[in-house]
């Protein structure tokens, strides 16, 4: 399958613990976008990357989120001292310039923050 | 934010019925997108229509935009069970709205 993947799939955690999730993008897509969404919402967005180059990072993300993408090609998105709040899909998609942005999207990752 | 808001929120029709959602949007755009998400597939990007296009399709699906409105529509002709999911109208980086939940009875 070569489409996105991401990991784990699902994450249960203790509040004020750090969870790290994991995207591998299409192979040669440079855009990588990171969202998350609850339930009976849309997909919320959080931050954007070209290649290695975070472009775009949501006014709502608080200072406890951090993503990277260190070579261009997998991304990382951390959450610091999780709380309750945080409890929710977290969705990452990923495109070619010139195409639809965010075009193809992953399963995401379910995390429960108990 | 250039975020979408999709309209109805729930749709129920039966199968064979079309479906039409209609979006809103507050700011100028460069293109605007639909996706579709259902238990089973996810998040699915269905079709992009640029600015200085009025109407597109694909497949069972016509997209129209009218710019002067800020506003754009969704319709799914000879509607199936399998057409059964969220609808969400995105803009910009892209933002989405809450979406539309269609629901097709067999």
């Known amino acids: 399958d070569t489409g996105v993947s991401q990991n784990p799939r699902h994450k249960i955690t203790k509040r004020g613990q750090n969870v790290t999730f994991r995207c591998d993008p299409i192979?040669?897509?440079?855009?990588l976008y990171w969202y998350r969404q609850t339930l009976g919402q849309g997909p919320e967005f959080l931050t954007y990357?070209?290649?290695?180059?975070?472009?775009?990072k949501s006014r709502l993300l608080s200072d406890r989120f951090s993503a990277e993408r260190p070579k261009g090609s997998f991304s990382t998105l951390e959450i610091q001292r999780t709380e309750q709040g945080d409890s929710a899909m977290y969705l990452c998609a990923s495109s070619l310039p010139g195409t639809p942005s965010a075009g193809y999207f992953g399963p995401g990752t379910r995390l429960t923050v108990l | 934010s250039q975020q979408g808001e999709e309209d109805p929120q729930a749709l129920s029709i039966q199968e064979g019925e079309n479906a039409t959602m209609n979006c809103s949007y507050k700011t100028s755009i460069n293109n605007l997108q639909w996706y579709r998400q259902n238990s089973g597939r996810g998040l699915v990007h269905l079709i992009l229509i640029r600015s200085n296009e009025r109407e597109k399709h694909s497949g069972r699906l016509r997209v129209t935009l009218d710019t002067s409105k800020k506003s754009s529509s969704l319709l799914i002709t000879a509607s199936r069970a399998a057409d059964t999911a969220s609808y969400f109208c995105a803009t910009g980086i892209p933002t989405f709205g809450r979406g539309t939940s269609l629901i097709v009875h067999p």
């Open positions: 192979s040669e897509h440079n855009r």
């Open positions: 990357f070209q290649n290695e180059a975070q472009l775009e």
